[in-house]
């Protein structure tokens, strides 16, 4: 006999073989529901589920080293010259196994998904909000409808079939079987719909509007386009672009990019005009680390790990396409002064010879604590999930699919920025613009959470071209074995991540 699924038990307060119906927490309190404010805090509550460490750390984590962009020094013996971490083995290499991380993430979302789902059973809205209070459970209710959503389209882009709740558990309902990824979309699609009618602004700065379900559907609408075995059977993937075109285009004019690009990674430019969806971080409530484990070694003055390095050969791509980018500067770390002794710390490619993995690629500095001062090993530097810049490419790239002569506008607006014009492949035909977009979110959006889905969306073939066969062929500034992973490039592994083993012995639906 199985354990208890990890949900139910999650639900009633502890993680142990038994459980006691008597512990309920305050969240399946139907009378929390009864009044705006308490409603309020029990959404607060969702969203603090999105920026613990197992939900937003390892959320990071996964995606980005699931990419195929990036190599890790965590668990890399100081001074090894080799690349041989079993993290780099694994996950960097696109060879995943049921690893620890990816087990908390599963966890974490599902944490989300259980709060969620008291608040959308337990809110009552009138159908046509007018009142303070009526539009405020609205928005309510509708946040969690998104946050919702959110949380399995994430869970289903990274592990394909998983279980599907939409109901809080009880003792008599304790296992769910897996439900096929086409399932999870189409519950994604409805939550997302429910969100965007719901959602009004009424919980103020801080909180998503309408819009950011929007662009979810957007982004759903787009990986269905070109994944037919996912999409509803009556609707082709012209359809489903036009779709995904009519989703963002709710979006465009209602957010604008901030001058300076920078800034967007600093705790100085906190809900902006380019945020549509953003975690709000506080170092005292939240504990997040994510400033310690993006944070290079020795940067600033308090424990920090720089975990994520860019392979160098996506680093160079970025150079060699616009070499006056300051996109570059803002994204990657490569030459800064000890915090300590003062002495210069230098990779790729301010060293050039790459003698060591430490050595041989940039680390991504977008979520590095930017002050070399601080000294606490928490910060609380928010996070952006969602961003206009990020819906301008979308737009861009649908449009190119539509052929709707709108493309290179929507791309013009995110270059003008950074003082660049669209290169030549920008210029060319129809399929040399989209090689140019998917290599544009890397540059525009790399570390951000959806290099992952952004590089396999397009199916495996596509993922194999542009990613994976160009990192392990490519031979400059000369490919190491000792300082660079070769990528996975077995279908069967490289696409999704593996059912984590607690959910396979806690749950009897579930045996692979």
Known sequence: MKKLNFILVFIFGFLSSSCNLDESPIFLDSTLYDNPQSAAAALDGIYQKLTTYD?????????????????????????????????????????????????????????????????????????????????????????AYFARAFAYFDLTRLFTDIPLWTEIADDKNLNKGKSPSKEIYAQVISDAKMAASLMNG???????????????LAKLYMTLATNPDLRNGALTEMEYWQMAYDEAMKVYGQYSLVSDYSSLFTDTNENSSESIFELQISQDASNSQMGRNFTPNNYKVSQNFGWFRVHADVFEIHRDTYPTDPRIEATYLYDYTHAKNGRPQRTYPANPNRPIVRAAHPFLFKFAEKDKTHSNQYNSQNIIVYRYADLLLMLAEISN??????????????????????????????????????????????????????????????????????????????????????LNTDPSQVMNLPIPQSEINTNELINE
């Not at 699919?401 to 003008?416: A, C, D, F, H, R």
């Not at 613009?433 to 199916?459: K, P, T, V, W």
Request: glycine content about 8%; overall charge negative.
């Open 401 to 486: 699919e539509l052929q709707n002569g709108q493309q290179l506008g929507y791309v013009t607006e995110v270059l003008s920025r950074v003082g660049v014009s669209p290169h030549a492949g920008y210029l060319g035909a129809q399929e040399e613009f989209r090689d140019a977009i998917m290599n544009e979110y890397r540059f525009e959006l790399i570390g951000e959470g959806e290099d992952s889905h952004n590089n396999r969306r397009r199916g495996f073939d596509y993922f194999l071209n542009n990613t994976i066969l160009p990192h392990n062929s490519n031979s400059s500034p000369g490919f190491k074995a000792s300082v660079d992973i070769l």
């Open 202 to 216: 009424a919980k103020g700065i801080g909180y998503p509007k309408q819009y950011a379900a929007n662009m979810l």
């Open 55 to 143: 939900s937003m750390e390892r959320r990071y984590w996964v995606n980005n080293g699931f990419s195929g962009l990036f190599i890790t020094h965590r668990q890399l013996q100081r001074g090894a010259n080799v690349a041989n971490s079993p993290h780099n083995a694994n996950l960097m290499a696109l060879k995943p196994i049921q690893d620890q991380d990816s087990e908390l993430l599963w966890k974490g979302l599902y944490a989300v998904i259980v709060q969620s789902n008291a608040a959308i059973k337990n809110i009552t809205v009138v159908e046509n909000p007018s009142t303070s209070d009526e539009l405020l459970f609205s928005d309510i209710l509708g946040q």
